[in-house]
């Protein structure tokens, strides 16, 4: 069974300061995704991922993924208080087809 | 271009009944994923539709039910409803099977 585990689970950060969200994955992966969801509302597709090596980024998000570690991760760059929202990755099993398994999440604050 | 829409927004049921949701999917797209989201947790798989036929299905029991029509809109039915059944569900849809998968705003189902 694909197992996804996100960490932190909780992250306050001062507006200006730099994180990263790391998310672990327990079998071979054929796709990683990274998606927002802010309070009360859906989830936003940030990025896919879809080989060893990839690097996707947009504003101050950036996301990595490394297959042989099963590891993902979403570096915050210089947060704002826009970017406070729940961030969760998710993952495609190579065996599990087009199924989402997702990670419980991280709830991300950014104070002024 | 139409995203994912999903009826009704809110619901209030109580234990014992049986509720139906609804969900389009984004134009040109022709399969749909439904996820069980409890409160402060990331989504569940409950299954998926293609061609009209379940194609996937999470670890949910048979009171749990869908249907696909020829249009690519589904249903997604709930029998016997227990106070667990209680949170957000939310519609995704993808094409051909594969691919990002785009959320809908969710029906959030509250059973007393």
């Known amino acids: 069974e694909l197992k996804v585990e996100q960490n932190p689970l909780f992250l306050s950060m001062q507006e200006g300061k730099n994180y990263t969200i790391y998310c672990n994955y327990s079998t071979t992966s054929d796709r990683l995704y990274w998606y927002r969801q802010d309070p009360g509302k859906s989830l936003e597709s940030l990025f896919v991922l879809l080989s060893n090596g990839a690097v996707k980024q947009e504003g101050r998000l950036m996301a990595s993924l490394d297959t042989k570690a099963r590891l993902s991760t979403l570096h915050i760059t210089a947060a704002v208080h826009d970017l406070s929202a729940t961030y969760f990755c998710?993952?495609?099993?190579?065996?599990?087809?087009?199924?989402?398994?997702f990670g419980e999440g991280t709830q991300l604050t950014v104070n002024p | 271009d139409a995203g994912v829409t999903q009826s009704p927004t809110h619901l209030i049921k109580t234990r014992g009944q049986q509720v139906t949701l609804r969900c389009s999917p984004k134009s040109g797209h022709d399969t749909v994923s439904w996820y069980q989201q409890a409160l402060g947790q990331g989504p569940q798989f409950i299954f998926q539709?293609?061609?009209?036929?379940?194609?996937q299905r999470g670890n949910f029991p048979d009171r749990f039910s869908g249907h696909q029509f020829p249009n690519y809109s589904s249903e997604l039915n709930v029998n016997a409803l227990l106070l667990g059944d209680s949170a957000l569900y939310l519609c995704?849809?993808?094409?051909?099977?594969?691919?990002?998968?785009?959320f809908g705003p969710g029906t959030r189902l509250l059973v007393l």
């Open positions: 995704a849809s993808s094409s051909l099977g594969r691919g990002t998968q785009y």
């Open positions: 998710a993952v495609e099993g190579e065996t599990s087809g087009s199924r989402l398994t």
């Open positions: 539709y293609y061609e009209e036929e379940e194609r």
